[in-house]
């Protein structure tokens, strides 16, 4: 509890990151399901305390899409399209923050979006577009059955594609990976990119080094079921398993990614 803590300006600027890091690198799934809601309340107080503070407002963008993509049961469908909205508001606001240019963003047409993003090449723009392209595809598949969302795809594709132009392997493949996801919606039958998908998937796996073992579990789940490989789905998970889950800043999502790899596992009988 942070009950009578004084936030000076300088504790202030280091709540997010410190609090992300607390956060990440818990190995207690149920401790940190719990907790988190009062940090994400805390959050929000302080993104309306400090509107002018684009890292509080990457932190809030964060932590509500994580906790609507892990926490929050697929069944409350409400729940986890309203958490996906807020966090990709946020990131849209961040980056207005960061930098005016990307204040129109949300408006910018399918194919205009690549020369919009032109003009972001550099090191430091990095955690914007990441945040963005993430929530932005978070938001886009928990509306799955929202064609106006659907439609947004290629658009949150573009931004995720100019975050590893910048940097191919930027949070240890995560981007990367999220473009494999994206290609892998579809199956070969219905007009899908399993080569281009699987490129992704593979390029994260190097840049990851065996650290991020959710990419793994994704390329697992995501392409070698859509292309029934069972081999390739049964090599991965237990590679994921075999891994040490203890990495800086890695370790909640690892333990999650090796809590999902023994259910996989577990169901690959019923599913190949």
């Not at 964060?62 to 946020?90: C, H, W």
Request: glycine content about 6%; overall charge negative.
């Amino acid at each position: 509890m942070l009950v009578g803590l004084v936030l000076s300006g300088c504790a202030t600027r280091q709540l997010p990151s410190n609090l992300s890091s607390a956060i990440l690198n818990s190995d207690d799934l149920q401790t940190v399901e719990d907790g988190l809601p009062s940090y994400l309340l805390m959050v929000d107080a302080l993104v309306e305390t400090y509107p002018d503070s684009e890292q509080m407002q990457l932190t809030a963008a964060s932590l509500n899409s994580a906790y609507a993509g892990v926490f929050i049961p697929p069944e409350q469908t409400e729940r986890r399209r309203a958490m996906s909205a807020k966090a990709l508001d946020y990131a849209f606001s961040a980056f207005c923050t960061y930098d005016d240019d990307a204040c129109g963003l949300r408006e910018v047409k399918p194919d205009q979006i690549e020369a919009a993003l032109s003009q972001w090449d550099h090191p430091d723009d990095l955690p914007y577009l990441y945040t963005l392209g993430t929530a932005w595809a978070s938001y886009i598949q928990n509306n799955s059955d929202d064609w106006l969302a659907v439609a947004q795809l290629g658009q949150a594709q573009a931004v995720l594609e100019r975050t590893v132009a910048i940097e191919p392997g930027y949070e240890r493949g995560t981007a990367l990976l999220y473009l494999g996801v994206m290609n892998s919606i579809l199956p070969p039958s219905l007009g899908g990119k399993p080569d281009v998908a699987q490129a992704y998937y593979e390029q994260a796996l190097d840049a990851a080094d065996g650290q991020n073992l959710i990419i793994q579990v994704y390329y697992a789940s995501q392409f070698a079921r859509l292309v029934f490989d069972r081999e390739l789905h049964d090599r991965l998970l237990q590679d994921a398993l075999s891994r040490d889950p203890y990495v800086e800043g890695l370790t909640l999502q690892n333990r999650y990614a090796q809590q999902q790899a023994e259910r996989l596992l577990a169901s690959a009988d019923d599913y190949f």
